[in-house]
């Protein structure tokens, strides 16, 4: 069975960095597209990072650009989101997707990624 698995979550505070891991096990995903999404209490999942598969193209959400950077290394089937200078509205729950059929035009979008792991708390404190 195949399934990813996010760590790295914790409380920080704002203005620290933290990084996030996310790997597979079941197979690889080095020609999959990549993604990194949250939800914040009582909200709805929203995109923070892609990298899509073939280009590594990277793409982010204007709340995250210039403080995240997801990155991935094949060779260990994991994902990364590497995030400073985190706010309190970063806080949320991390997740990772994966998806060998996203198009570029649609990484936003959560409902085109069919694998995708528990999450992982970040909460970010004032």
């Known amino acids: 069975q195949v399934q990813l698995l996010e760590s790295g979550g914790g409380s920080v505070q704002a203005g620290e960095s933290l990084r996030l891991s996310c790997v597979t096990s079941g197979r690889s995903f080095s020609g999959d597209t990549v993604a990194w999404f949250r939800q914040a209490p009582g909200k709805e999942r929203e995109f923070v990072a892609a990298m899509f598969r073939s280009s590594g193209r990277t793409d982010y959400a204007d709340s995250v650009k210039g403080r995240f950077t997801i990155s991935r290394d094949n060779a260990k089937n994991t994902v990364y989101l590497q995030m400073h200078r985190l706010k309190p509205e970063d806080t949320g729950v991390y997740y990772c997707?994966?998806?060998?059929?996203?198009?570029?035009?649609?990484?936003?979008?959560?409902?085109?990624?069919?694998?995708w792991g528990q999450g992982t708390q970040v909460p970010v404190s004032s």
């Open positions: 997707a994966a998806d060998p059929a996203v198009i570029q035009s649609k990484v936003v979008d959560a409902r085109n990624y069919g694998l």
